[in-house]
Every structure is written in C-alpha cells, then in structure tokens.
C-alpha cells in the first residue's frame, strides 16, 4: 500500500511539472558585456500564450547562483524599461563588475580553486609569457550565456488561465546584445602574408552617400589566439562603440581585430601584425564610406601599445586616440605630440603610470600642452562625468585621468564607461591637428 501511495505521489509530482514546463516554449539567456566580460544579465521565458503582468513579481521565480532584479512581460525575447504585453516573461538579474583584482599578480588567491593556466606567465599574463609572437592557449567558452531558473509562484495568463510552479527550466536559447551585431571577417594580407581575423560592426541603415568614422579597438595580450568574437566578449572596448546610446550620438564604424599572437610586448617587440592592422584599416576604407578625416583608435594594454605605435609611424590614418594602461616606449612616441590624446592608467599600476608620466613629460618637452587629473577608480555616473568635463574643458591637447587604485587589468573595467571621453573623441578631426 506504501508502495502504490508513493508511486502515485510521483505521479502527481512528474504530471504536475509536465504542466507547467508543457507551456513554455523557448528560455533565451540574454547576455551582455559589460567592463569584465559578457555576463548573462537576463531570461526570457517564452510561454504558449499572453501572459498578466500583474501575476508576476520578484518572487516567481529563482535562478541559480543569482538575484532577481525585475518581472515583467515584452513582445520579445528582449530587456525593455517598461513591461508590455505578450507571451515573454523576463526575469532580469542583478548584475555588478567587479573591481576586485582577479587575474595577474594581484589576484586574491582563492584556495578552492586550481591555478588557471592563463596566470602562468609573467606578470599573471598569457601562458608562455607576454612575448610577441607567442600565442596563448585558447580557451573553449570563456563567456557563457547561459541560465538555469525555476518559477516557483503560479502565474496567470491574460485570459484567466493559470500556470502551475515547476520544474526547473534550462536556457536553450543565447544572445549577446551589441556583439551579436558585429560581422567576423578575415583578411589575407598580401604585403606581409598575415592573415587576420577581426570583427566590424556596420552602423545600422548604413549609407554609402554619407561618410563615417571609424572607431579602431584593439585588445590586450590576453586575447591572443582566442575565439574569433573574444575582444567583443572580455570587456566593453569594443561594443561600447555600438552601443544604441554611441550609435544614436555618433554612427559610426567598429573595427576590433582577434590577433592569433601578442603582437606587441613589454620589451617592445613587435610582429608582422602590426602593420597588417594598418593593411586592414585601408581595405576597410576602400569597401565603405569611412571620413579619412575621422578615424580614431584605442586599445587596452598591449592595445594600447599598438594605438601609439600606429599614430607614430602611420600618423597620417588617426585623427585622436583614447589609450588605456599601456607601457610607455619613449623611442618612439615623439610624432604623437601634436595629436589629440586621452590616456588613462590606474595607481595600483606602477609601470603603466610611470610610462603615462614620461610620456606626457617627453610631449611637454616637444611643445605640446598636457593636463592631468587623479579620479577615483569607482563613483557616480553624475560625479564622473563632471570630472571628464572639468579635464576636457582645459585649453590642452593631451589629457591624462589617473584612477587612485585599481590596478593593471581593472583600468579598462571602468575606462570605457567613461561617455565624456568618448564624445570627446569624436570631437577631433585630423584636419585640425595637422
């Protein structure tokens, strides 16, 4: 008797979560990058019919390993600021960047976890070391969109009908916003024989009678050799560019190349890619409507290297650069003088602040009118932006925002968020500093 009362209990239980798992139809995780990679920051439930907003809150459903932000019904699969009507819920997820050390030399080691290969090197950079030419190993899916949730409140449809709590629901859906607009492409270079993967964003309705700018990020060592959209998914460098706020501002063009090698190394070496990149950038104006006048770059760490280097040797292709925690070739960085430049390097950095110093004493010594400023590493959205508008208002060319902590790798968790400057980039025309 036991037995039949226990068979039928899992029958109930087993009937009950067929029910409500029977009406949902897809679970998309809903990435976004943010200043320490792509993070799944959304679900969206997609159900068999119109669901009522007002059956759903915060507590209708859990999901693992994370907080629920907001309920609400779309039309889509998409985030919105106000609830609509239609079959989607979206259950939207508390979600921070951390500002806490977590990859080099100045990670808290946590004794549960095994060493991560990556931190091998010198200075917690790529296995193998931060040596030009060399390439890391790659890593499979380092930014996983994915989620696991279980509606644990019943919820009602638009004509009265409930749905049952249930089982757990397992994402079978992705999107990453922003990234997901961007084109892979590869480019054979016949001058140097490189071939180069990169990733180029087309603004939205592009017309060829019109010309754009053209926004050239390149990442840091540790992207080397990884998965074609890497420097799209480790951090906002690139994507903040498309961003709907930047876009609607500033239409413009994206190019974010996926080096196989560290192309540039704190010994200062440098590969074939180096020019490659410039062989691209030229190919990419020769296929779209790109205003010559306009092009700008920016890059992070050893991105940052390649900024300054290609505004020396090619300063005819850049009209302004914003560099972010770069080390300093003083040999090499003399054309920069006249140009416009927006560098930004944290205190808990030494090598990369010491460089930003030389170099704005070395284009002081050439002419060239420099201002500095020292920010906190995290503060209001409002706070920031009047220290960006305090720094840009100065009658200088050359601006440099030194973050008080942080360190190497943090510097860019934050350095593009900063709006102010990246309307200040395109603010410049090469035409005016010639």
Not at 4 to 25: G, P, Q
Not at 250 to 275: G, K, M, N, W
Request: proline fraction near 5%.
């Amino acid at each position: 008797m036991k037995k039949l009362v226990s068979a039928v209990c899992l029958l109930f239980v087993a009937v009950a979560m067929v029910a409500a798992t029977s009406h949902v139809k897809h679970v998309t995780a809903i990435g976004e990058v943010l200043g320490d990679g792509a993070k799944t920051t959304a679900v969206a439930i997609e159900y068999d019919a119109p669901i009522l907003s007002s059956s759903l809150s915060t507590a209708s459903y859990t999901v693992d390993g994370r907080t629920v932000k907001r309920v609400y019904t779309n039309s889509e699969a998409m985030k919105s600021r106000s609830p609509r009507k239609g079959r989607f819920v979206i259950v939207e997820l508390k979600t921070t960047v951390s500002l806490t050390p977590d990859f080099g030399p100045d990670m808290k080691k946590d004794n549960d976890k095994a060493d991560d290969p990556k931190d091998k090197g010198q200075g917690g950079g790529p296995a193998g070391g931060i040596t030009a030419g060399n390439r890391p190993t790659r890593e499979s899916n380092p930014f996983p969109i994915t989620a696991t949730l279980t509606q644990v409140k019943a919820i009602k449809t638009t004509t009265g009908k409930t749905y049952k709590a249930g089982a757990k629901l397992t994402s079978d859906k992705s999107r990453t916003l922003i990234a997901d607009d961007f084109k892979q492409l590869t480019f054979k270079d016949d001058k140097t024989g490189v071939t180069l993967r990169y990733n180029l964003f087309v603004p939205q309705n592009y017309d060829a009678s019109k010309r754009y700018p053209l926004v050239l990020f390149m990442h840091d060592a540790s992207g080397a050799n990884q998965n074609d959209n890497y420097t799209l998914l480790q951090g906002n460098g690139a994507t903040v560019w498309a961003s709907p706020r930047d876009q609607a501002k500033h239409p413009c063009f994206v190019l974010a190349p996926q080096y196989d090698e560290i192309v540039v190394d704190d010994s200062f070496r440098v590969t074939p890619s180096a020019e490659t990149t410039i062989d691209l950038l030229d190919s990419i104006k020769a296929q779209y409507s790109i205003d010559a006048d306009r092009v700008y770059t920016t890059g992070q760490s050893m991105g940052c290297m390649m900024s300054y280097l290609l505004m020396s040797t090619h300063p005819d292709e850049f009209a302004a650069g914003m560099l972010v925690a770069g080390q300093w070739n003083p040999k090499v960085i003399a054309p920069m003088a006249k140009k416009p430049l927006w560098l930004i390097t944290s205190t808990g950095d030494a090598k990369g602040s010491a460089g930003a110093a030389t170099a704005l004493k070395l284009w002081s010594s050439l002419g060239a009118k420099t201002d500095s400023a020292a920010w906190p590493l995290d503060t209001t959205e409002v706070a920031r932006a009047q220290e960006i508008e305090a720094l840009r208002s100065k009658p200088v060319t050359i601006r440099y925002a030194h973050l008080q902590g942080g360190w190497h790798n943090g510097t860019w968790r934050v350095a593009y968020t900063f709006a102010g400057i990246r309307d200040w980039l395109f603010e410049q025309r090469k035409k005016d500093n010639e």
